[in-house]
């Protein structure tokens, strides 16, 4: 599986990359917009990927096919997941990352972003990574399949540094799933920074100043050469 991405560089001859995932139904327009509040044009040379899911039918939504990285069974923890789903979407974001190292951008300087669905990948990939990456952000997202994370997860990004932002009013994926994905985390000694916001199962501008602060530090200016 190739995907269609929308990419956004904010200075020539980036260094630096950002993988973001977007939410269920949404597309790789969907955080476009964000960018300009995050780095000023010319300020950091990064580039931001932004890819387009597949559609594909969606269980919880009637079956309709819409963007999905997965397939959704039910929104109780205990509902079965869709690990066909993921692991399919798995190696096409690996082939992404694949695709900014080969292009001059190190795995040290890629992070992997996402909302929601988008984010509940960026929590399954960035563990299994073969390579240490930059950082993680999951954005009103969770852990999924944690159960499996002990017996998959690479030693190269133990200890990563992980970005989790929710909620607190969050109807769609309630804020007690992502404290419950923070506190996994955190047992299998992932650096888990952890921000709650007054807000729905959305993004806000004091949410947008933290990523920004996160990124200029998890993604530091280069030494000249």
Not at 71 to 92: S, V
Not at 107 to 126: C, D, E, K, M, P
Request: hydrophobic share 45%; aromatic share 8%.
């Amino acid at each position: 599986m190739t995907l269609e991405t929308i990419e956004i560089e904010t200075a020539p001859q980036p260094d630096a990359a950002i993988i973001w995932l977007h939410g269920l139904g949404a597309d790789g327009h969907d955080f476009e917009p964000v960018v300009p509040e995050l780095v000023r044009r010319g300020e950091r040379a990064w580039r931001f990927v932004f890819p387009h899911a597949t559609p594909r039918p969606v269980t919880l939504n009637g079956g309709m096919r819409m963007r999905a990285w997965y397939d959704i069974l039910g929104l109780d923890r205990k509902a079965r997941e869709d690990e066909a789903g993921f692991r399919d979407t798995d190696r096409a974001i690996r082939a992404l990352i694949a695709e900014q190292i080969a292009r001059g951008i190190p795995a040290g300087r890629i992070v992997l972003a996402g909302f929601s669905q988008g984010g509940a990948v960026s929590l399954y990939t960035a563990p299994r990574y073969p390579e240490r990456l930059a950082g993680v952000m999951a954005l009103s997202a969770y852990l999924p399949l944690a159960s499996l994370l002990d017996g998959e997860r690479s030693p190269a990004n133990d200890g990563l540094s992980i970005f989790m932002a929710h909620g607190l009013a969050d109807g769609t994926l309630p804020i007690a799933m992502g404290l419950e994905s923070r506190d996994e985390l955190r047992t299998h000694g992932y650096a888990v920074e952890w921000h709650q916001y007054p807000m729905a199962h959305a993004v806000c501008s004091a949410e947008i100043a933290d990523i920004r602060e996160y990124l200029f530090r998890v993604l530091p200016a280069p030494h000249p050469k």
